[in-house]
């Protein structure tokens, strides 16, 4: 298990802190890439790795709304290649967080229990939280079409990078399609769905801390997307 955190926020190490001790110490932090600060620098060390092309950069859509987005591509995409670089640390699938979840009692046993049946789907990728205080949202993915078995669904186009489980396969998908150009949780959970068979396991475990839109600056945690 990792989480994504932007250390220089004491709110969001405290919540680490406590989301951790809720995963029996089981989280390891992956320091996210601080495009808020460090723009140029963060824009010219993607570009040169190959995370992504100018033309992502300089999007219409990242200056309006903040630097923000182009380091929450880098966090994801760095993370899953220190994961590739060492050898996946001898596992098949990966927890990765973004540090304003909220976690639950009995978050990794009730996961571990599902593996096998998420293995038998052949999903290469697990979403872990949908915004269903959405109600156009929440009656699309919960579309009786869409069960696959009890509690999981066929993933419909969503938002947000909260929370998933991704495995091997998955991440060797994903790098291979670098550079990628679009936000990272419309590359997940819109253009490659199909790609990844992906899955949204329905579970009252995960929840969201931080800011679910771009006017939720102020909520809890807040947004780094458009600070």
């Avoid at 994504?4 to 926020?9: R, V």
């Avoid at 947000?160 to 091997?168: D, Q, S």
Wanted: net charge positive; proline share 2%.
């Amino acid at each position: 298990m990792f989480m994504i955190l932007f250390s220089k926020s004491e709110k969001r190490v405290n919540n680490y802190n406590i989301m951790n001790e809720k995963c029996n110490n089981l989280i390891e932090k992956f320091e996210a890439v601080d495009s808020i600060n460090h723009f140029d620098e963060v824009a010219q060390k993607c570009t040169k790795d190959g995370v992504c092309d100018w033309s992502f950069i300089n999007s219409p859509n990242n200056q309006s709304t903040g630097p923000g987005k182009v380091g929450c591509l880098a966090s994801h995409i760095y993370l899953l290649k220190q994961i590739k670089e060492n050898n996946y640390y001898n596992c098949d699938w990966f927890v990765i967080f973004e540090d304003d979840v909220t976690i639950f009692d009995n978050f990794v046993e009730t996961l571990k229990s599902k593996i096998p049946t998420f293995e038998k789907l052949n999903t290469n990728f697990v979403k872990l939280f949908t915004d269903t205080k959405d109600e156009n949202n929440k009656k699309r993915q919960f579309w009786h079409k869409r069960i696959v078995e009890k509690n999981i669904y066929k993933m419909r186009p969503q938002f947000h990078t909260l929370a998933a489980m991704i495995n091997r396969k998955g991440i060797d998908y994903i790098l291979s399609q670098l550079p990628i150009n679009v936000n990272i949780d419309l590359w997940f959970t819109h253009e490659h769905i199909n790609n990844l068979n992906a899955v949204y396991w329905h579970n009252n475990l995960i929840t969201n801390g931080g800011a679910l839109n771009y006017k939720g600056k102020n909520w809890n945690l807040g947004s780094l997307i458009c600070s």
